[in-house]
């Protein structure tokens, strides 16, 4: 099923009344980013919008909820339509799934490629670097202006999600996007700072403990680390405090496939995986059952945390032979 | 002294034959990208032009020294011009200051707002971000064509000094170059995974060993962390692989002023200092001695590195009871 454009999403938009947005769980700032600037624009245009969610925001992405974000889903009781953003399937929204398919129009706007047009209007784009470029375009249908706040939240949107401008995603038009947000007065000082540079001291050391952990193998091109629940708990670390763990495993010299393996619950093991150069992380953690992008990609398994760090590191081994 | 014009210092360039450029001392990814690119566009032009250093470049960034960069003064015996970039004074080039001047017209490229034009033809703007902005510019006075190896250059140059578009100094016209440097078939990723994914394990473990001193301060504005000699020598470690430390302890929460203090040599004591969004510590800086950016400065002291910590911990102390 091909795209439709960004203005036939807007119209659908600026005909509801009541709309609902859905970012997937274990929330990152292209998905709450997306999210929050939806939703104020859907709000400056009259419209009663909120973001529906499932579990906790990230502490360093708070700052975007202006009382956008709910866990009630019976704030809006029939929405005209569900938007969901930076998310393609229903397991990225497992208890919002009959909410989500209960308004009278559907629509994904998303940038994973595994994702299929599975809504009564989709934007899929692989090539975009974050969902948030994508939001930004339809928000640029919808209002003649765009808004500082708005600015803000794309601004965090396409900066996590290109790494700071560093990913192999990064494209010409988020440095362009970028270049019109300063035109509107966009502080992305302030805003990166909100972002990184707000970190609880247990953030520190749940890192530095994970960090403790690596082992290197397949001749030092890969490299792996982990932590359990215990780990978690004895420094009273929050779950999402562990997500630069990953990319300083990658930024070791002459890795190419970094796994991050921590349980979840006993027996839930999440997997965190990425490629630098050369691999191709999508495919392996497809075959784990699990989703994600060529250098970013991720699953979930149902084992020991042995077992998960034992069965990851013979696929990124096999992966490596094939290098 | 008003500044000269871009095209007034190419004209200066083009006319010379033997060209002899100054990065600073304890070299960063500006200083070093701009004399790559300055130095790789000037021998396009059928010049005879080298990078003169006196310390050993990061190993991240030797990837731009395609034989440009050499201790051997005597690699041009009488230069035409010496250009010093993003470097202001003779402290900053201590051991190459007679070099420097021995050429017939000198030339300073800078962005350090303490830098006063003291050269025969000068372009200092503080409000750039990075010095390759600048240098940018010439080059584009010098050539018809930037070309893809100039443009990594670049990258590095302005990626490394704006704390990759998050810190303040970013510009619109930090990612107007970004737009156009993705036109020039610049791959930024390649150079990103160069610069910042390319560390050895030694850095990440004496980056966990500093982060193991942090102190709290001044009711948690302030933080510190040291690392002695002995330090160093036991892990290995080289002294630019420290780099990452002082970003990490301002990310902190609650943080405003960050200082690391790292014993060189017995007595010697180079002392890092960030400001996050409120305060000023090139002021700081001044008063011990150096100098610097607002947000980013450093000094040395010569003491012992308790005497230097306590005599930092007191300055910020009072900046914080100042903000």
Same mark, same amino acid.
């Given at each position: ?11 659908? $938009? $600026? ?30 245009? =009259? ?15 708070? %700052? ?20 969901? #953003? ?9 208890? @919002? ?15 994973? /490629? ?9 934007? #899929? ?6 969902? &948030?470029?994508? !939001? ?5 249908? $919808?209002?003649?202006? #765009? ?37 509107? &007065? #966009? ?32 001749? /030092? ?7 359990? $629940? ?15 763990? !990953? ?12 796994? %991050? ?12 995986? @990425? ?22 990609? =991720? ?25």
């Amino acid at each position: 099923m091909a795209n439709n454009t960004f203005k036939e999403i807007a119209e659908v $938009l $600026l005909k509801a009344e009541k709309i609902l947005i859905y970012p997937h769980i274990n929330a990152d700032g292209d998905t709450v980013g997306s999210a929050a600037a939806l939703c104020h624009t859907l709000r400056r245009l =009259g419209k009663t919008a909120y973001v529906l969610v499932e579990d906790e925001l990230p502490s360093n992405l708070r %700052f975007m909820d202006k009382g956008y974000f709910t866990f009630d889903d019976k704030v809006i009781e029939h929405p005209d339509v569900s938007v969901c #953003v930076d998310c393609g399937d229903f397991g990225r929204l497992p208890k @919002r799934k009959e909410k989500f398919l209960s308004a009278e129009t559907t629509l994904c706007v998303d940038h994973h /490629g595994t994702t299929q047009n599975f809504c009564d209007y989709n934007y #899929v784009d692989p090539s975009a670097a974050a969902t &948030g470029e994508l !939001i930004y375009a339809i928000i640029k249908e $919808l209002v003649p202006e #765009v808004d500082v706040e708005t600015g803000e939240a794309i601004f965090t949107a396409i900066t996590t999600d290109t790494g700071n401008f560093q990913y192999s995603n990064t494209t010409k038009n988020c440095h362009l996007i970028m270049a019109e947000l300063f035109d509107l &007065g #966009v502080d992305t000082n302030k805003v990166s700072v909100q972002i990184y540079e707000n970190e609880r001291p247990e953030k520190l050391m749940i890192t530095t403990k994970a960090l403790s952990t690596i082992e290197l193998f397949g001749g /030092g091109k890969g490299a792996i680390a982990y932590l359990t $629940l215990s780990d978690m708990a004895e420094i009273g670390a929050k779950p999402f405090e562990t997500d630069n763990v !990953i990319g300083t495993l990658r930024s070791l010299a002459g890795v190419e496939y970094a796994a %991050f393996v921590k349980e979840k619950e006993p027996g839930v093991i999440r997997v965190s995986l @990425r490629a630098k150069r050369m691999g191709d992380v999508a495919k392996i953690a497809a075959a784990l059952g699990g989703g994600g992008h060529i250098k970013a990609a =991720g699953c979930t398994l149902n084992m020991t945390i042995e077992e998960a760090t034992a069965m990851v590191k013979q696929k990124l081994s096999e992966a490596i032979e094939a290098l």
